[in-house]
């Protein structure tokens, strides 16, 4: 499952952010393995994650691997996401 906030918590509805959506929304890139939802999230929300990351269209995905005293040792998923990104641009 992965989790975003709305943009009404302060997110920002940015181009990185509406590809991911519309990607893992879409069965030719993604299987529908991994499901999206929309949801505030609070602090204890983040530092109980398997794992977290953060996105803008300059750098991509960031994985984050530490957030408070948290160590996040896992980014499977969004490496998974860098992937499908890239086979997208590729074929553009």
Not at 4 to 23: C, H, K, N, S
Not at 42 to 49: E, F, L, N, R
Not at 82 to 89: A, G, H, V
Request: net charge negative.
């Amino acid at each position: 499952y992965l989790i975003t906030p709305p943009i009404a918590d302060g997110g920002v509805a940015g181009t990185m952010r509406q590809l991911i959506f519309e990607l893992l929304g879409n069965k030719k890139w993604c299987d529908g393995n991994l499901l999206l939802s929309e949801q505030s999230l609070t602090t204890s929300d983040v530092a109980t994650a398997d794992e977290v990351f953060l996105t803008n269209a300059v750098i991509g995905i960031q994985w984050v691997q530490r957030f408070e005293k948290r160590i996040f040792d896992t980014h499977q998923t969004s490496a998974f996401i860098t992937k499908i990104i890239n086979q997208y641009i590729a074929t553009q």
